[in-house]
């Protein structure tokens, strides 16, 4: 059988020069609109440590060029779907030309691999997607096993120049592939395998193949960065940050292209500075115009903060315009128009995902989101049964649940539903996660005057995580319920982690430092306090997104502040800022303590009529209520004496 194999790709070799000889192709034959799918490798050697491998090495050189475009893995598996095919099918030279046809690409890449003696013959063809014609072919001879990498990215390289790339710019962008990944032919087989799974399944399932990756070889880069975009994906900011971290360390070790995601990825899930993000995330697409994910990054994780939501929405339609395919885009295209109040706009961009068939547990949360903002009960009741069928969304709708229910004062179901989401988080491992339910637990009780349940729950999230945002909702539920020391030792404490970090010191400290000068009876200082965090107060930070906890916090202790202060005109100017933005705010309950302290802003400024309307708001929202919240029966009794 080997002796067989030899020659076959003996012959091949010899026609391959033949055809070398009478068929040099002409420059240029592919361009930079045109896009390529990149079908499995034949693997003729009966060695498996070669399938998957080679093809994703391939494309981690190809994709270190700026001219040329690979459809992405998600899409690829998404079109598979459409036309049948199981997930993670074999993408031979026939259905990959009918993928390349329905993504209306220009070429498919066929590559393969035989044994020759002790050798290894290495192919690369690439064929034209409508017509089948041959754009380009490449093939080299690996002397040992341990040469086959390298020997790709010479092949690679060929191709780059062959088909139309500069030659300055290969050279410019052209990391060695043992260099850029892995020597381990095992690791990088573990890694290929793992974002097969990432396309087709999700983030969760791929994280054991990505961790193993790196346990076969410690120095591969973009694994550890793969395993920490995993943990972020699945709201566990500290484990993230710890493999970002590496990952970090190790980006010399990268190709280009790959050191700009390890470093975007460290801006954001290790420092949190945003700002040194949205300049790498430029920079990213700057240098691979065509790239989807730096557009994706400054829409979903780096605007939000700063409440630059329009240029969300810039960045979202770049990726989905990059790739129509492209699930995530659709996401945070809909999250920005919600933060805007177009919510229009938003179920629409979630329709025309749904059109293309795509799907994500998110899609299913921000719709219940987008109902609760238009009093559509029904819908929301649809989209939780629709969630609950879903893995990775039940424990995070039934958070959403939770607030809506605190959102309309019934606290008793809103700490049930957390401890549901709680329970959920715990069974996947994900203590974070669970954390985070906890801590917005903690400060809805909280803010609505529980104190000792607030307590409580801040106490047991703290158990859970000590991750960033667990640690804020923890101390704003600690400074509301006048256990100043500990507010005071998280607080330092995250000052000290986060010297960098935009929301923690532009959203975060300056809220915290607020609330505890509110409780220490300083209203002076609590406005000094918020000073720094006025450019972003309209901002998502991110407690907003998995703990849903923190949006538009600095405007509303910025009201309460004025309100201790006796400043009634400034303190309605405040609350006024959260009624108008529902859509940051959602079913946080401080959109419905808003009417409450607008009400008291009135009363203070002496416009009782104005007074009285705000406060029946509020009492209205509460119809249903626990009789017994502190903050209700004070909402009564104020009411009461403006009669």
């Given at each position: 059988?080997?002796g067989?194999l ?7 070799l ?7 000889a009478?068929?040099t192709?002409?420059?240029?034959a592919l ?8 079908a ?19 494309i ?17 598996q998404?079109?598979?779907r459409?036309?049948g095919?199981?997930?993670?099918a074999?993408l031979t030279?026939e ?14 890449l ?9 050798q ?8 034209a ?8 072919q ?6 040992r096993k341990?040469?086959?990498?390298n ?9 780059r ?5 500069s ?9 060695p592939?043992?260099?850029?990944t ?11 395998t793992a ?5 087709s399944?999700?983030?969760p ?24 975009r ?7 900011s ?18 280009d292209?790959?050191k700009?995601f390890?470093?975007?990825?460290y ?12 300049q790498?995330?430029e ?8 790239a ?26 770049k990726?989905?315009?990059?790739d129509p395919?492209?699930a ?17 706009e938003?179920?629409?961009t979630?329709?025309?995902a ?7 547990p ?19 009741a ?22 809506v ?19 959920l988080?715990?069974?996947a491992?994900q ?7 906890e801590?917005g ?8 005057g ?16 000590k991750?960033r ?16 020391s ?7 404490d995250?000052k ?10 532009f ?12 409780e ?7 406005i ?7 450019p972003?107060e309209?901002?998502?930070p ?13 405007v ?12 009634g005109a ?23 303590l ?5 009400g ?11 007074a009285?309307?705000?406060?029946e ?7 249903d209520?626990?009789?017994d ?7 009564k009794s104020?009411?009461?004496r403006?009669?």
């Amino acid at each position: 059988m080997g002796g067989a194999l030899a020659l076959i790709a003996l012959i091949a070799l010899v026609g391959y020069e033949r055809h070398r000889a009478t068929n040099t192709l002409t420059a240029h034959a592919l361009t930079e609109k045109d896009t390529i799918v990149l079908a499995d490798f034949a693997n003729a050697t009966g060695d498996p440590v070669f399938d998957e491998t080679l093809r994703q090495g391939l494309i981690v050189q190809l994709e270190q060029s700026p001219f040329l475009s690979l459809i992405s893995e998600e899409r690829i598996q998404h079109v598979l779907r459409l036309m049948g095919r199981p997930a993670g099918a074999r993408l031979t030279p026939e259905i990959a030309r009918e993928v390349c046809e329905r993504t209306g690409s220009a070429a498919v890449l066929e590559g393969s691999i035989a044994s020759l003696g002790s050798q290894y013959v290495l192919g690369l063809r690439a064929r034209a997607c409508q017509t089948g014609d041959l754009v380009d072919q490449e093939q080299m001879q690996a002397a040992r096993k341990e040469d086959v990498l390298n020997t790709l990215s010479q092949i690679a390289s060929r191709f780059r120049a062959r088909v139309g790339e500069s030659l300055a710019m290969v050279q410019k962008h052209n990391t060695p592939l043992e260099e850029a990944t892995t020597s381990s032919l095992d690791a990088l087989k573990s890694y290929s395998t793992a974002l097969k799974i990432v396309a087709s399944t999700g983030a969760p399932a791929a994280e054991p193949l990505f961790k193993r990756a790196t346990e076969l070889d410690p120095n591969f880069a973009m694994a550890h960065a793969w395993v920490g975009r995993v943990y972020d994906d699945m709201g566990e900011s500290s484990l993230s940050a710890e493999s970002t971290k590496t990952a970090f360390h190790l980006r010399d070790r990268a190709s280009d292209a790959e050191k700009l995601f390890i470093t975007a990825s460290y801006d954001m899930q290790v420092t949190g500075n945003m700002e040194k993000a949205q300049q790498t995330c430029e920079a990213w697409a700057a240098t691979y115009p065509r790239a989807v994910v730096p557009h994706d990054f400054l829409s979903g994780i780096v605007y939000p903060p700063f409440g630059k939501y329009e240029k969300g929405v810039e960045e979202a339609q770049k990726a989905i315009d990059r790739d129509p395919d492209f699930a995530v885009g659709y996401l945070t295209l809909a999250y920005s128009y919600v933060y805007l109040d177009r919510l229009e706009e938003a179920e629409n961009t979630l329709q025309g995902a749904s059109e293309r068939k795509l799907e994500m547990p998110d899609y299913y949360v921000l719709r219940y989101d987008i109902a609760f903002l238009r009093d559509d009960k029904a819908e929301m009741a649809r989209q939780v049964s629709l969630a609950q069928r879903k893995s990775g969304a039940e424990d995070w709708i039934a958070n959403h649940q939770a607030f809506v229910y605190a959102y309309f004062g019934q606290l008793q179901e809103a700490t049930r539903m957390s401890r549901q989401a709680t329970a959920l988080a715990l069974q996947a491992a994900q203590r974070e996660r669970a954390g985070l339910y906890e801590a917005g637990t903690a400060v809805r009780e909280a803010l609505f005057g529980n104190l000792a349940a607030a307590r409580q729950s801040a106490i047991a999230a703290l158990e859970l995580s000590k991750g960033r945002d667990v640690e804020y909702g923890a101390a704003i539920a600690l400074a509301l319920s006048r256990d100043q020391s500990r507010a005071e030792a998280l607080m330092n404490d995250l000052k000290k982690r986060f010297p960098e970090g935009t929301n923690v010191q532009f959203s975060y400290l300056p809220t915290l430092r607020a609330v505890v000068d509110l409780e220490q009876g300083k209203p002076s200082s609590a406005i000094e306090a918020l000073q720094t965090a006025i450019p972003g107060e309209l901002g998502a930070p991110g407690s907003s997104y998995f703990g849903f906890f923190g949006a538009l916090y600095p405007v509303f202790f910025q009201g309460e502040a004025y309100l201790a202060a006796h400043k009634g005109a400034e303190a309605a100017a405040e609350f006024q800022k959260i009624l108008d933005h529902r859509g940051i705010v959602v079913s946080d309950p401080i959109g419905a303590l808003a009417h409450l302290q607008l009400g008291r802003a009135y009363a203070l400024s002496g416009d009782k009529t104005k007074a009285r309307s705000s406060y029946e708001d509020s009492l209205k929202l509460w119809k249903d209520a626990d009789p017994d919240i502190p903050i209700l029966k004070q909402a009564k009794s104020e009411y009461a004496r403006l009669q």
